[in-house]
């Protein structure tokens, strides 16, 4: 936890340096449309980026995804915000500051339970799916239940208490790779997103 922390944090900290690159030529550009758009191709782009290590990957791989995920809060979340604001009073500031917050409370609160719905589920879909090889009858299964028992009685344990650890260790591995392969299904729900908010904002003729 304080490792990916410290990571999120650091890599965060570098794209916010371009926050002053953004204050001093955003104005220039009079389409944030321009801006907008490509901050959701890198969205999809750094979900799919994601999708493409393997479970084994360390932290340095992880640099490049997550830059790009900080660089979405000046190609999306920035120009959006200027845009909403523009059409209030100054009198009306503060109450469209805070429907604004109420808006972000409830999308926040939205986001997180459509991201765990969607892993619960497609954990559950993947590890009966998986589960369905580890049977008597799967060759596979068989020596790969073999192999583990004979390591385990190798390490000294009866045979009885071995053929058991290898049935859990082999259910431990089920439930990783379930898990692993839900985490997948997670960005690639994140691609959608992605692609049908840039292709939104595309569409919208109100965000120049």
């Known amino acids: ?31 944030k449309k321009a801006i907008i758009v490509p901050g959701f191709a890198i969205a999809a782009l750094s979900a799919a980026w994601m ?4 479970p084994t990957a360390g932290e340095a791989a ?22 909403t604001f523009r059409i209030f009073a100054i009198e009306e500031f503060a109450h469209g500051y805070r429907l604004k917050n109420i808006v972000r409370q409830l999308t926040i609160s939205f986001a997180t339970a ?24 799967n060759p596979v299964f068989q020596n790969s239940l073999a192999a583990l028992t004979q390591a385990f009685s190798a390490a000294g344990r009866p045979v009885a208490d071995a053929h058991a ?23 690639y729900f994140l691609i959608g997103i992605a692609v049908c908010g840039g292709m939104f904002a595309a569409w919208q003729r109100q965000i120049d």
């Open 1 to 31: 936890m304080e490792n990916t922390g410290q990571l999120v944090g650091v890599t965060s900290l570098i794209s916010a340096s371009a926050l002053f690159i953004y204050l001093r030529y955003a104005k220039l550009l009079t389409r």
């Open 51 to 54: 999708t493409r290590m393997s």
């Open 62 to 83: 992880l640099v490049g995804t997550l830059l790009l995920r900080g660089l979405l809060l000046l190609f999306v979340v920035l120009p959006v915000a200027n845009l």
């Open 114 to 137: 459509s991201v765990i719905i969607v892993e619960q589920h497609r954990q559950a879909l993947h590890q009966a799916r998986l589960a369905e090889f580890a049977n008597p009858y």
């Open 165 to 187: 650890l290898a049935v859990v260790e082999i259910s431990r591995a089920v439930a990783r790779q379930a898990s692993f392969l839900s985490s997948l299904d997670s960005f």
